[in-house]
């Protein structure tokens, strides 16, 4: 299986909103609400940002929601804010008990 | 609070075998599947492998299996992950993660990994 498809980068200023792109295929993405985001700092471990498509964990601000819509899901952070800079990945479930992630996406805050 | 340590890794010649560890703490480890998820320098992440709370299931990715074999002791709050015929495309950090309540092929709580290089 081929990773998912994320841009490399994207960008915004404080106070702005990002969407960040992850594309798929019917095996994956489009075959099942089982998408997450991870946010992962310089030297840190990833965390959790979201699940089941759009389902924020406990803590995680409102400010990250997600999306899908046929073989491509999104994450949007709004009102960007200095510390949301860093990396990004998508996952899926893959079907067959396998899970496979995007090649990420560095988001900088201008 | 959960604390996850990966220990194990180093560098290791092509063809050869390692044992990495995962040290749990801070949660009843025996009620929570455990993934390995590995990030090879400057990469991206590749889910690597999964086990059930019991043991009693266990899946792999398609470029470990048959090379790597996952395994825990719930007595000693211990995740394994035995790696035989190593390749240079297995060279990564190597993360181990507690399943989320969402679901096993979501990662919840994860430890800062372990290194493992491959060369001759």
């Known amino acids: 299986q081929s990773a998912l498809t994320q841009p490399p980068s994207a960008s915004g200023s404080p106070g702005q909103s990002v969407t960040i792109s992850c594309t798929g295929t019917?095996?994956?993405?489009?075959?099942?609400?089982?998408v997450s985001w991870y946010q992962q700092h310089p030297g840190k471990a990833p965390k959790l940002m979201i699940y089941?498509?759009?389902k924020r964990p406990s803590g995680v601000p409102d400010r990250f929601s997600g999306s899908k819509s046929g073989n491509t899901a999104s994450l949007t952070v709004s009102g960007l804010q200095a510390e949301d800079e860093a990396d990004y990945y998508c996952?899926?479930?893959?079907?067959?008990?396998?899970?496979?992630f995007g090649g990420g996406t560095k988001l900088s805050v201008l | 609070q959960v604390q996850l340590v990966e220990s194990g890794g180093g560098v290791v010649q092509p063809g050869r075998s390692l044992r990495l560890s995962c040290a749990a703490s801070?949660?009843?480890?025996?009620?929570?599947?455990m993934n390995w998820v590995r990030q090879a320098p400057g990469k991206g992440l590749e889910w690597v492998a999964v086990?059930?709370?019991?043991?009693?299931?266990?899946y792999y990715a398609d470029s470990v299996k048959g090379r790597f074999t996952v395994s825990r002791d719930n007595s000693k709050n211990t995740l394994y992950l035995q790696m035989d015929s190593l390749r240079a495309e297995d060279t990564a950090v190597y993360h181990c993660?507690?399943?989320?309540?969402?679901?096993?092929?979501?990662?919840?709580?994860w430890g800062l990994g372990t290194l493992v290089t491959v060369s001759s």
């Open positions: 993660a507690t399943r989320h309540s969402g679901g096993w092929f979501y990662f919840d709580y």
């Open positions: 019917s095996s994956d993405v489009g075959g099942y609400n089982y």
């Open positions: 801070g949660f009843t480890f025996s009620n929570y599947g």
């Open positions: 086990i059930w709370s019991d043991g009693g299931n266990k």
């Open positions: 089941d498509v759009t």
């Open positions: 996952s899926s479930y893959a079907g067959g008990n396998t899970i496979i």
